[in-house]
């Protein structure tokens, strides 16, 4: 099992920045994959980045160039960070890691963006 347990989220005026992180706990597998999925209301929880231990990154086509994916391998952490934030930014933030073949997921934290 993988406990996953984020920080961060919140409140902020467009164009406005914030940073989520995420620590894993618990069965973590060298070799896994780590990152951030979001969720808005009345729609299908999205990728928005992820990256490898390696260092290879996936991210999402809508977020590219505002958001940055980091990880720290030797603390099991992952991070976001939200710059240029935009009202359809606004979601459920859930920290996601895939451990082997299975996939865990953190509580989720709120991100809204006013206009």
């Known amino acids: 099992q993988v406990q996953l347990v984020e920080s961060g989220g919140g409140l902020v005026q467009a164009g406005g920045s914030l940073r989520l992180s995420c620590v894993a706990s618990?069965?973590?597998?060298?070799?896994?994959?780590m990152g951030w999925y979001r969720q808005a209301p009345g729609s299908q929880r999205e990728l928005v980045a992820t990256?490898?231990?390696?260092?290879?990154?996936n991210v999402a086509d809508s977020v590219g160039g505002r958001f940055t994916i980091s990880r720290n391998n030797d603390k099991n952490t992952v991070s976001l960070q939200m710059n240029s934030l935009k009202p359809e930014d606004t979601a459920v933030y859930y920290c996601?890691?895939?451990?082997?073949?299975?996939?865990?997921w953190g509580q989720g934290t709120q991100v809204t963006v006013s206009s």
């Open positions: 996601y890691t895939k451990q082997g073949a299975s996939n865990y």
């Open positions: 990256m490898t231990s390696g260092g290879s990154t």
């Open positions: 618990g069965n973590i597998f060298v070799g896994n994959i």
